[in-house]
């Protein structure tokens, strides 16, 4: 649906079908195409794009003033005077359109009242912008470190919620370790997110400093920069002693030989009366352990042994 109309007024090229009789004092209609006053929709408190190119949202005003508006914004009720009226609306999704939409002087703009706390709207905002793949990585994980924060949100819980493998949360998260500058010349250059990786391997900011320069500089792709990260926690190495490392490494061939080693170590804890257990669950490419040990000794049964007859254990 375009939101334009043919009518003489500037004002209604942007409005369509979506109903003119909202405002912030009328009760909200949820789910339905309503025209909300800009000056009573605030920003999202929890919006994880930090940055906003002035070039881009001039683009957008352009092209909204010729071809009209194709998606509403979404908002939520934020307060509500005493006979249940709206007062004021926080953005869940349409900050640029928004901003679009001020730049063209517009005083009201279509958009979507949903009901939903401030958890769920924080969540959508995340996901909304992360599904368009154009949110840099550390907005990301800054987002995604608040909401933890804000709603005192496990790891496992906010993977759940934004439908992402725990190990990907987690590594997200860990590019935060990097210093605020640092993460600014990172993104200001174009690194990727396993450039950045990389770089968490060295031990110290001004080591990371350097390399970042030093990658910037040579104009390295990951592969060059793993090696070059490599080089710097190891200067003494040659490629021989390297390759001799390489080839004494064991590399098994099942994975389960770790997983049966995490399963009797659980159960040798448990035999000695320490309160453990573990819980699993694996994707394509990963196995996922979450274990719990207590710090002091408490009795607790140890698993049965039942007797198996060597008879039944014949085949038959």
């Known amino acids: 649906m375009i939101f334009q ?18 405002s912030a004092s009328s009760p909200p209609l949820v ?18 794009r930090r940055t906003f190119s002035a070039e881009s949202l001039q683009e957008l005003a352009q092209s909204i003033e010729e071809n009209g508006l194709l998606q509403p914004i979404t908002v939520r009720v934020l307060e509500e005077n ?40 924080h969540v959508l905002a995340l996901i909304e912008n992360i599904q368009r793949d154009d949110l840099s990585y550390f907005d990301q994980a800054l987002a995604i ?16 919620r934004l439908g992402m493998a725990q190990s990907t949360v987690a590594n997200k998260l860990r590019l935060l370790r990097l210093d605020e500058d640092l993460r600014l010349q990172i993104t200001a250059a174009g690194f990727t997110e396993r450039h950045a990786r990389c770089l968490l391997l060295l031990p110290s900011p001004q ?12 104009g390295m792709n990951v592969a060059q920069t793993e090696q070059y990260i490599q080089h710097l926690i190891q200067p003494g190495a040659s490629k021989g002693q390297a390759s001799l490392r390489q080839s004494r490494r064991f590399v098994p061939k099942d994975v389960r030989i770790f997983v049966n080693t995490i399963n009797h170590a659980i159960e040798t804890m448990q035999n000695a009366g320490i309160e ?8 394509e490419h990963f196995i996922h352990y979450s274990i719990r040990i207590a710090k002091e000794l408490i009795p607790c049964d140890p698993p049965s042994r039942e007797k198996i007859d060597p008879a039944d254990a014949l085949p038959r």
């Open 5 to 22: 109309s043919s009518g003489n007024s500037r004002s209604r090229r942007f409005w369509g079908r979506a109903q003119e009789s909202e």
């Open 82 to 121: 005493e006979n249940g009226r709206s007062k004021s609306y926080e953005l869940i999704a349409g900050e640029r359109r928004l901003r679009a939409f001020r730049l063209l002087g517009q005083e009201k703009i279509p958009a979507i009242v949903e009901r939903l706390d401030s958890l769920q709207s």
């Open 145 to 160: 470190r608040s909401l933890m924060e804000e709603h005192s949100l496990t790891q496992a819980e906010i993977a759940r």
């Open 207 to 218: 080591l990371q400093k350097t390399a970042v320069e030093e990658i910037i500089r040579r």
């Open 31 to 48: 789910n339905q195409v309503i025209l909300l006053p800009l000056d009573c929709i605030v920003p999202n408190s929890g919006q994880p």
């Open 276 to 283: 453990a257990s573990a819980e699993h669950d694996e994707d």
